[in-house]
């Protein structure tokens, strides 16, 4: 009674929470969802849906809810006591969901519904089950189900090991910079970079490979060898490559290992390849119509990249006096370029940026357009920093919500949004669950007594995460397996996210979420001219980039070879799609958490195959748009309705259908992106 971990009244008691907690109540978890799993697979228990859902339901959710607590503390808040704890329970909980998604009584249990007697969600959700359970090895027997069970349980150990090497060589490198060497590089990032070093009783300025400093030493530092020194740091992270002190976290045995895994699941399951299995509940056909998408693509693109590098070499020869740019070189030259080119620069934009202004001005569009109030509430939290919120329509309560934004030691790099519980007419008590959600992002800190100024960069990651968060918040779903962002096809996931960035495109929404961090006034409308003239540059060459690494992932899950070179088929797809060439030793891949420990193996294409229903999804908004450029609010109501409330209940295609009344178009995409004629 005194663990937290089994405390299902409310929200998760994060302050509470210890390493100690987790194995008694990870095991009790487990006892019971064993004694769940022999109770509705008795001959006698009905093939019923509510009935499964009111027994074995019940206590996967819980058991999903206290391990979810444990995995986002180990991702935001990682101790090595915590992280101990984590890996002595993930073999467990892996073999537990394993062993149910497989177990042969339960699937016949399944089979035997008659789906015609559920309502649509519970139809929807009994169909993905049922694939699901296919998926999951139960038609498989014998040894083949043996060995299925275990390389489920040896890859969930190696994605982890993979995202702990990745966040362990980001946390290690530090490198001492002196006053001098760090010319050009914005006085924010030298007082932060000051105050670690402060901290740690060392001269200088300590810098580091987390994205709040790595990224503006890159663009801004006018110390080519400084610039030189974290690229090389930063590229060879977790590889052989690194510099010897860093190679203990050397990933690439971990993922030649997870490679043939994965090889051999497919097998097992009767595919192919990997590609192949993962495309089973995804929207796109087939891996030769993904690879196909992300060629003509880069086709379209090509032309913009080349254009894009000329002028770069260009100016960085005629204005730097760089005649042999570096891949170091690359984004300084690209940022003094964007400075001259439109007479402004990112260090101007970011003092208009401070992050409440900017919370308030994303919470004002999400208000007006999807008929939802926002307000601060209290909740048990794992760090002074984290915010948290509830959503309200007409003072009912919808969904609430953690903010996580700044980066610390011991936080894994990049943004997310997750699930702490999911929308459910709970089957136990009759009441209706509510969703919640953690959005966590790595943005730098205030320093001293100013906020924290966010990127325009970081104002559209925040968007995005919490587009992500809307999906799941805003579900009318009752049905469990179908509500928020649970059954969405993962290929369209991305679909709300990305949509949302471009609200960061609107004069009639950052007016509102400007303000001097100094003078108070809001963004002058010449500058967001600039910036918005500046929206598509270098388009070309981002766009190469994420298809160089949708192309790499797919032909690395559909390879013929038993142990693909990653290190080859990456140089092998770079000859192809990218006109920036990356240094030999660059080993990229070895931090390539998304498909090695995210979900995404197979499945990286997802961004841009959803960025073509996103775009043309947010062209609705632009068409019904006033002649101020003010948002209509019909469309927003439309929109929330076809697509956020509708979650996983019906495939994405027929929500999209839904909401612009034909298929998606590439058009939108094209035109956004500034790729429409080429020079």
């Known amino acids: 009674m005194n663990n937290p971990l089994l405390c299902f009244d409310d929200l998760p008691l994060f302050d509470q929470i210890r390493p100690d907690h987790v194995a008694s109540a990870i095991d009790e978890l487990l006892l019971n969802a064993n004694t769940a799993l ?44 915590l992280r101990a704890a984590y890996n002595d329970a993930l073999p467990k909980v892996t073999e537990l969901f394993t062993r149910l998604g497989a177990d042969q009584h339960l699937y016949a249990k399944y089979r035997a519904i008659d789906a015609s007697l559920l309502n649509p969600e519970q139809r929807q959700a009994h169909k993905n089950t049922i694939r699901d359970f296919v998926l999951g090895g139960a038609e498989l027997g014998g040894e083949k189900r043996e060995r299925y069970a275990a390389l489920q349980e040896r890859m969930a150990e190696l994605s982890q090991k993979f995202s702990e090497n990745a966040l362990d060589a980001t946390d290690a490198f530090a490198y001492y910079a002196d006053a001098a060497e760090l010319d050009g590089v ?55 490559e690194a510099a010897e002190e860093f190679k203990q976290f050397d990933n690439s045995a971990l993922i030649t290992e997870i490679l043939n895994l994965r090889r051999e699941e497919a097998d097992l399951l009767g595919y192919r390849n990997f590609g192949e299995l993962s495309l089973v509940p995804k929207m796109a056909n087939s891996c030769e119509q993904v690879i196909s998408f992300l060629r003509d693509l880069a086709r379209r693109a090509r032309p913009f990249a080349e254009r894009d590098l000329a002028d770069m070499r260009a100016y960085a020869a005629e204005t730097l006096q760089l005649h042999d740019p570096q891949a170091w070189d690359w984004p300084y030259i690209g940022e003094k370029l964007k400075e001259a080119r439109y007479a402004f620069s990112e260090l101007e934009v970011k003092q208009f940026f401070p992050a409440p202004k900017v919370l308030a001005g994303l919470f004002k569009i999400v208000e007006t357009l999807f008929d939802v109030q926002i307000r601060q509430g209290e909740a048990p939290v794992w760090h002074p920093d984290v915010k948290f919120y509830c959503i309200k329509r007409a003072g009912t309560l919808v969904g609430q919500f953690y903010l996580d934004p700044a980066a610390r030691t011991g936080k894994r790099g990049g943004a997310w949004m997750d699930e702490v519980r999911s929308r459910w007419l709970r089957p136990d008590t009759q009441q209706l669950q509510t969703p919640v959600t953690h959005l966590v992002c790595n943005f730098a800190e205030g320093v001293g007594t100013k906020p924290a100024l966010l990127t325009h960069d970081d104002v559209i990651t925040l968007f995005h995460e919490f587009g992500h968060g809307l999906q799941h918040l805003l579900t009318q779903v009752n049905e469990l397996d179908v509500s928020g962002i649970h059954g969405v096809e993962w290929d369209a996931v991305e679909l709300p996210s990305q949509l949302m960035e471009n609200f960061c495109w609107e004069w009639s929404v950052l007016r509102h979420m400007s303000a001097h961090v100094d003078t108070d006034v809001p963004l002058p409308r010449a500058l967001f001219e600039k910036m918005l003239a500046a929206r598509n540059f270098q388009s070309g060459l981002q766009t190469l980039r994420q298809i160089e690494l949708g192309l790499f992932d797919m032909l690395l899950h559909t390879s013929p070879e038993p142990s693909p070179d990653i290190t080859a088929l990456l140089t092998q797809v770079r000859a192809e799609v990218a006109v920036l060439k990356a240094p030999p030793w660059s080993r990229n891949a070895h931090t390539f958490s998304h498909i090695f420990a995210g979900g995404y193996a197979a499945g990286y294409y997802s961004y841009k195959w959803a960025e073509v229903l996103s775009a043309d999804a947010y062209a609705a908004f632009e068409e019904t748009m006033d002649h101020h450029g003010m948002q ?47 020079n």
């Not at 060392?202 to 530092?221: D, I, S």
């Not at 495939?651 to 080429?678: V, W």
């Open 186 to 240: 914005p006085d924010d990032v030298r007082q932060a970079a000051r105050t670690l070093a402060e901290a740690e009783n060392r001269e200088g300025f300590k810098l580091t490979l987390k994205m709040p400093c790595y990224l503006p030493v890159m663009q801004f530092a006018d110390n080519s060898a400084l610039r030189q020194r974290l690229y090389r740091a930063y590229v060879t992270r977790a590889s052989g």
């Open 632 to 678: 209509n609010v019909e469309t927003g109501r439309k929109y929330r309705q076809s697509i956020l409330e509708t979650g996983g209940s019906r495939p994405a295609m027929e929500s999209f259908r839904a909401f612009r009344g034909r298929e998606p178009r590439l058009d939108a995409l094209l035109r956004h992106q500034g790729m429409t004629t080429a």
């Open 38 to 81: 022999e109770t509705v697979t008795a001959t006698d228990f009905p093939s019923n849906w509510s009935s499964i859902a009111g027994v074995l339901g019940i206590v996967t959710e819980r058991l999903g809810r206290a391990w979810s607590a444990v995995s986002h503390l180990e991702a935001v808040a990682d101790t090595p006591v």
